[in-house]
């Protein structure tokens, strides 16, 4: 594209977008067919503009998508006299007032992650644990990965969610063909869904309103994989994560899911981090539990992590190293008033049913 070329299609891309401003619609999709210059002019403009611009779909039908804020997601709330789950009232029923809560974190795991795994990852045996363990947890917020149609309607289904808890998508829109969910005790004011740039995969926010501050909880499960350029789509997301999170606007905010963060035992020349998210937003595990390895992959005591490791992961038939993929962060905007501070976080779930071994946390705030 010479320059005559690509300033034509600034001025063109520059009336779409004026016109998208000046509309009462929130999203834009633009075609599939734009080339990667005409894609990179799109993201640089938006940018300018202070839009919200992703990429959305798979394969041919990938495309840009610009917001004036993320999507928002049709939160329920589950009527008992209309026998169905409705769409959240947007007034509260009360003034939430609690002097602490938890939450409590899940990847659950789902069969379409590679080759076929149906064998040690027992899902009939799983989903019917996970729904009793959750239940019996009695969680004050749960989040949750990798949920599918199928678990999604199952557990919308329990009574324990009918009874306790408003949800971030009656509709299902957020899980097809897997993704993340939250569930709440608390009344739920809004919910946003927001695609990555770098990667088809997506984080779910739930605001919150508690003590009469807003809490935007952001559901997260980044790409995974042990090379170095997916440690730079995870930096690139998880970058984007705080930027749409800061533009929802919040008083607290909390980060929480599967990050798949790789240790240096997998060819890093340190632990991955992230220096944006260390330095805006506290690590809880390490806050609660400073020098201690909290690990929730992990290899050396879950079978079903250690064959995950060598049928998926690796696929060399080596055992790849344990990590601490699943995490907790939070950061405050509280001035003249205490905030909220962790009390405590532990891994839980972590004994075998069966065959298998479910891995995870429960985060006490």
């Not at 929130?26 to 894609?39: A, M």
């Not at 709330?77 to 602490?100: F, L, R």
């Not at 740039?197 to 809490?215: H, R």
């Not at 992990?298 to 995950?308: H, Q, R, S």
Request: proline share 4%; net charge negative; with cysteine.
């Amino acid at each position: 594209m010479n320059d005559r070329m690509k300033q034509a299609a600034i001025e063109e891309y520059q009336i779409m977008l004026d016109q998208f401003l000046e509309s009462d619609d929130i999203v834009y999709h633009f075609p599939s067919h734009l080339n990667k210059l005409e894609r990179a002019i799109i993201h640089d403009m938006a940018e300018e503009l202070s839009l919200l611009h992703y990429s959305n779909g798979i394969r041919r039908e990938r495309h840009i998508v610009v917001a004036k804020h993320p999507p928002i997601l049709d939160g329920g709330v589950y009527d008992h006299k209309q026998g169905q789950w409705v769409s959240i009232p947007s007034d509260a029923p009360d003034i939430v007032e609690c002097d602490n809560f938890t939450v409590l974190n899940l990847n659950v795991l789902f069969e379409g992650i590679g080759s076929d795994i149906s064998d040690i990852i027992c899902t009939d045996i799983r989903i019917p644990a996970i729904f009793k363990f959750l239940e019996e947890q009695d969680a004050s917020i749960i989040t949750l990965q990798e949920v599918t149609p199928d678990f999604y309607n199952f557990l919308l289904e329990q009574s324990w969610v009918k009874d306790k808890y408003y949800i971030s998508d009656r509709v299902g829109s957020s899980i097809t063909p897997s993704g993340n969910f939250l569930l709440s005790q608390f009344h739920i004011s809004k919910n946003y869904q927001y695609y990555y740039t770098k990667s088809p995969k997506c984080v779910v926010f739930s605001e919150i309103i508690i003590n009469d501050k807003v809490l935007s909880v952001g559901v997260v499960h980044l790409k995974a994989g042990n090379r170095d350029r997916y440690s730079r789509t995870r930096r690139s997301d998880i970058i984007d994560t705080m930027s749409v999170q800061d533009k929802i606007g919040f008083d607290f905010a909390i980060l929480i899911g599967d990050f798949n963060f790789r240790n240096k035992k997998e060819g890093y020349s340190n632990h991955e981090t992230v220096p944006e998210l260390e330095e805006r937003y506290t690590d809880v595990w390490k806050y609660c539990k400073p020098g201690e390895a909290g690990i929730t992959h992990d290899v050396e005591n879950n079978l079903m992590a250690k064959e995950l490791s060598i049928r998926v992961y690796q696929k060399n038939g080596k055992v790849g190293s344990s990590n601490r993929f699943d995490r907790l962060y939070y950061k405050h905007k509280f001035i003249d008033e205490e905030p909220w501070e962790p009390l405590d976080i532990q891994i839980v779930a972590n004994q075998p049913i069966g065959k298998i071994t479910i891995l995870n946390y429960i985060d006490n705030l």
